[in-house]
């Protein structure tokens, strides 16, 4: 089953962009369905955005509609999260994860808790 790392946080004032990328390895992600979730401190694991490998459908929560966007690029077998106008309350660790078998009605939080795989994660810290 495909493995994921992630990479690209950092610290960033408010207002400032960060671009956070997620790796697949061991084998593609066709057929998968990836998503960015982040942990606050003390918090629960809150869902982001996700995106269909096939086809490339998208769903985001509320909280980041706007502000940040899902993508991926094929010939690197990445998925990338860009975040534009980061607010303190963005800090966070985040992570990707990857789930086999999702239908669109499913490409949503619901997807954390069964995931095939998720990274380390990556902390981004925005300063105020």
């Known amino acids: 089953q495909v493995q994921v790392v992630e990479s690209g946080g950092g610290l960033v004032q408010a207002g400032g962009s960060l671009r956070l990328s997620c790796a697949a390895s061991?084998?593609?992600?066709?057929?998968?369905?990836v998503t960015w979730f982040r942990q606050a401190s003390g918090q629960e694991r809150e869902f982001l955005a996700a995106?269909?490998?096939?086809?490339?459908?998208?769903a985001y929560a509320d909280s980041v509609k706007g502000r940040f966007t899902i993508s991926r690029d094929s010939a690197k077998n990445t998925v990338y999260l860009q975040m534009n106008n980061l607010k303190p309350s963005d800090t966070a660790v985040y992570y990707c994860?990857?789930?086999?078998?999702?239908?669109?009605?499913?490409?949503?939080?619901?997807?954390?808790?069964?995931?095939?795989?998720w990274g380390q994660g990556t902390l981004v810290t925005v300063s105020s």
């Open positions: 994860g990857a789930k086999t078998g999702v239908i669109l009605s499913e490409l949503g939080p619901r997807m954390l808790d069964r995931l095939d795989a």
């Open positions: 061991a084998r593609t992600f066709r057929n998968y369905a």
């Open positions: 995106i269909r490998w096939n086809g490339g459908a998208t």
